[in-house]
């Protein structure tokens, strides 16, 4: 019933127990947790002057890897991919789901 089940990887407060949900379910039915963090550049588009796009994008990769490490880390019972990804959330997650649909 669930064989792939795809989290968006992020640091905020609740991720450990979406992660724990996602993974006992990942388990019950023999299924792999998919952790996707996307970067979302459109955000980035009403920077002012002083501040770099690139930085930023630089900046806001580290911090998906490590909530994407984070979330791999905590994922032990089953099996678990991760992916990093830069663009529209919308699509990259929609992308995500086609690119890995059995």
Known sequence: ???????PADDSD???A??????????????TV???????TASLTDLGPDVSPEGLTEALE?????ALDELEGQVTGVDAETEL????PSEEIIEYADDTED
């Open 1 to 7: 019933m669930y064989d792939d089940i795809l989290v």
């Open 14 to 16: 609740g991720m450990d």
């Open 18 to 31: 979406v992660v724990d949900h996602t993974e006992a379910l990942a388990g019950e039915h023999g299924g």
């Open 34 to 40: 998919h952790g996707l963090y996307v970067v979302n």
């Open 62 to 66: 580290r911090e998906g890897r490590t």
């Open 85 to 88: 990804r830069v663009g529209s």
